[in-house]
């Protein structure tokens, strides 16, 4: 079993920046693909970013140029730094370890964390 803590979210500006942080503890960290999703209101859940165990990324084309992924296995952390941020990005961000899926071309969940409230004021 994994337990995955979020932190970080908060209000920011748009254009702004914000990092948010997610540790896992209980398991082996570094055998996970790692995802960031937020959900918005009255919207489903969509993937924003994922990190496989081998480092490679992919993005939501909505985030990408913006948003950076990364993790540090000796800390069993993953990382999500949220640039230019856009009043569309308000979100509850919620990190999730999982396995890769599709061929390896998107996240399959297995535990999630509690979320973390991002807003963006205009």
């Known amino acids: 079993q994994v337990q995955l803590v979020e932190s970080g979210g908060g209000l920011v500006q748009a254009g702004g920046s914000l990092r948010l942080s997610c540790t896992a503890s209980?398991?082996?960290?570094?055998?996970?693909?790692m995802a960031w999703y937020r959900q918005a209101p009255g919207k489903q859940r969509e993937l924003v970013a994922f990190?496989?165990?081998?480092?490679?990324?992919n993005y939501a084309d909505s985030v990408k140029g913006r948003f950076t992924i990364s993790r540090d296995d000796a800390k069993n952390t993953v990382y999500l730094q949220m640039n230019s941020l856009k009043p569309e990005d308000t979100a509850v961000y919620s990190c999730?370890?999982?396995?890769?899926?599709?061929?390896?071309?998107?996240?399959?969940?297995?535990?999630w964390g509690q979320g973390a409230q991002v807003t963006v004021s205009s």
């Open positions: 999730s370890a999982g396995t890769t899926a599709n061929g390896g071309s998107s996240h399959r969940p297995q535990h």
């Open positions: 209980g398991s082996t960290f570094s055998i996970y693909a």
């Open positions: 990190i496989r165990s081998t480092g490679s990324t």
